[in-house]
C-alpha cells in the first residue's frame, strides 16, 4: 500500500497572514470527544466546511487548512476567492489553487468562524486512492491553537480540552510533561538520538501527519549520517511531486524518558526537501510510527506535550518488506451470491415431517462496489521488482484470495509482516493475466 506522508510546508507567491479565530466551544462543557479513522498511522476526521460535511487529515506539520478533491462536493460555497500558487515537498513545480476566507467550520461542539481555506486545484492531487477513504482537506495550527487536545490512539478518539488549569493540573497527574516550542504555527521537541554510537540532541518537528516514525534531514548535521544498512524508498508524496529517499535503523531514539531501540529512520533526499523553509535548528521531525505508542496530549498555548503509554509501546518497528505499493484505482462492479433462508412448508399427510419447496432458489445475486486496486510503485531491486512485477498492474488477487476482498490497510499489513512469508500476487497487464511469487526480505 502505498504510504502517504503528509508533510505540506506552504509557500505562497503572495502570503497573507490573516486573523483566524480557531475552534472554539459552541456549548458549556469542558471537554468534547472527536472519534477519528486511524490508516497508515494517520488520523482521520469529519468536519463541515459551510455545512457541508469533509473528510480531514488532522496534521501537525500544516500551518493552515487545505482543501482539494472536491468534485463530488460541488454544494459548498467559497466567498473572497482569489489565486494564489502552492509548492512543499517534492521535486516538481507549483500547483495553482484558490485562496478563501471567511469560512465556517464545525465538528462535534467546536467551531471556528472567519476560517481561511486554501483550495487545491489540480485534480491529480488525490489523497483518497492512496489510503482507502474520501479525503477532502487537510488541517493543522487552527485546530489546536486554543485548547489542549488530547489524542487517544489507543481509543481512536480525540478529546479537546478547554484551555483552563483545572484541565491541566489533571493531565499533569497522569503524563509525562514535556516542553515544546510553537514556531510558524508549528510544535517542535529536543529529543535525542544515537547514530554511529554517538548520540546527540536533535530538534524535530511533531508531525502526526507524517506516518514514518522520524525523519533525519542529511545535510542539517554533520552528525546526522545514513548508516551503512540502508535502503532506498519511496517516501510518500507533497504538493511539488514525489517524495525519495533511503531507510534505514538508527540505534537509539529518546524523547522525553521514553527509549526506542532500533527504530526505523527516513532520509529524505535533498531535492525532496528543497522547497522547504526550515526553522532554525530542526533536523528533521518525528512521526505517527513514534507517536502513536502514546496517548499524546498538546497545548500549543503554554508550549507543553503531555505523553503517557499506550499498549502499542512496545510494538516491534517494521516496513515494507516487499518493496511494492498499492493504491485506489477505482472501483468495480462484482456479483456476490446471497443465500436466502428458504420457509419450509408442511405435508398434510404427515404433520410431523418439514420438506422445503424444491423449486425456490436458495440464493440471489447481489452487485456491490468494490475497490480496484493497482501497483502504484515498485523499490528498486526489492522482492516485488525482482519477480517482474511492474508499475500500472492491477491486482486481481492476493494469495489465492480476490484482491478487492481486502483493504488498503490489510495489504499493507501483509508487507509490513515480521515475518519473511511468501505473497503471491495474480495481475493483470495488457488485458492478460499473470502471476507472481515472491518472498518478503527483511533487508535492515
Given amino acids: 500500500m502505498k504510504k502517504i506522508i503528509i508533510l505540506f510546508f506552504l509557500l505562497f507567491s503572495s502570503l497573507t497572514i490573516l486573523a483566524q479565530d480557531g475552534f472554539k466551544f459552541t456549548k458549556k462543557v469542558d471537554k468534547v470527544a472527536i472519534p477519528f479513522k486511524f ?13 457541508v460535511e469533509l473528510n480531514f487529515l488532522l496534521d501537525t506539520g500544516v500551518e493552515e487548512t487545505i482543501l482539494f478533491s472536491l468534485e463530488d462536493k460541488k454544494e459548498i460555497t467559497f466567498s473572497n476567492v482569489e489565486k494564489i500558487t502552492l509548492r512543499g515537498l517534492g521535486s516538481e513545480d507549483a500547483v495553482e ?39 477532502n482537506g487537510i488541517i493543522g495550527y487552527q485546530f489546536f491553537k486554543n485548547n489542549i487536545v488530547e489524542i487517544d490512539y489507543g ?35 529536543i529529543n535525542s538520538i544515537v547514530i554511529d554510537s554517538i548520540e546527540f540532541p536533535v530538534k524535530l518537528l511533531i508531525d502526526i501527519g507524517n ?31 514525489d517524495i525519495e529517499g533511503r531507510k534505514a535503523k538508527v540505534s537509539k531514539f529518546k524523547m522525553s524518558k521514553f527509549e526506542f531501540n532500533n527504530p526505523i529512520a527516513a532520509f529524505p533526499d535533498s531535492i525532496s526537501i528543497r522547497n522547504v523553509k526550515m526553522v532554525p535548528g530542526r533536523v528533521g521531525s ?37 518493496g511494492v505499493e498499492i493504491q485506489h484505482h477505482g472501483l468495480q462492479w462484482v456479483q456476490e451470491t446471497i443465500s436466502l433462508n428458504t420457509v419450509p412448508t408442511v405435508v398434510l399427510d404427515d404433520p410431523f415431517t418439514l420438506k422445503t419447496d424444491k423449486n425456490a432458489s436458495d440464493f440471489k445475486y447481489k452487485f456491490k462496489l468494490k475497490p480496484v486496486y493497482e501497483i502504484a510503485n515498485i523499490r528498486k531491486k526489492s522482492p516485488a521488482a525482482n519477480s517482474g512485477l511492474q508499475k500500472g498492474d492491477i491486482l486481481v488477487s492476493i494469495n489465492k484470495n480476490l484482491a478487492y476482498k481486502y483493504s488498503l490497510q490489510e495489504i499493507n499489513s501483509l508487507f509490513r509482516s515480521e515475518e519473511e512469508n511468501w505473497i503471491t500476487l495474480e495481475i493483470q497487464r495488457n488485458g492478460q493475466i499473470h502471476k507472481f511469487r515472491f518472498q518478503l526480505q527483511n533487508i535492515l
Fill in 39 to 51: 490508516i497508515n498511522n494517520l488520523i482521520f476526521i469529519p468536519i463541515k466546511v459551510n455545512g
Fill in 97 to 135: 489553487g484558490l485562496k478563501s476566507t471567511n469560512n465556517i467550520l464545525e465538528t462535534r461542539g467546536l467551531k471556528a468562524s472567519n476560517h481561511l481555506v486554501y483550495i487545491v486545484l489540480d485534480q491529480e492531487f488525490n489523497l483518497s486512492s492512496y489510503v482507502g477513504i474520501p479525503v
Fill in 155 to 189: 481509543r481512536r478518539s480525540i478529546i479537546v480540552h478547554r484551555g483552563i488549569d483545572k484541565n491541566r493540573n489533571k493531565l499533569e497527574k497522569k503524563f509525562q510533561k514535556v516542553v515544546i516550542t510553537i514556531e510558524r504555527l508549528k510544535p517542535y521537541i
Fill in 211 to 241: 506516518s514514518d516514525g522520524i525523519w533525519l534531514f542529511e545535510n542539517s548535521s554533520k552528525l546526522i549520517k545514513v548508516p551503512p544498512k540502508n535502503f532506498e524508498d519511496y517516501l510518500g508524496k507533497g504538493f511539488s511531486g
Fill in 286 to 322: 518525528v512521526g505517527g510510527e513514534i507517536l502513536r505508542r502514546f496517548s499524546v496530549v498538546f497545548d500549543y498555548t503554554n508550549g507543553f506535550l503531555y505523553l503517557k503509554k499506550n499498549k502499542e509501546y512496545y510494538s516491534p518497528f517494521n516496513y515494507n518488506k516487499s
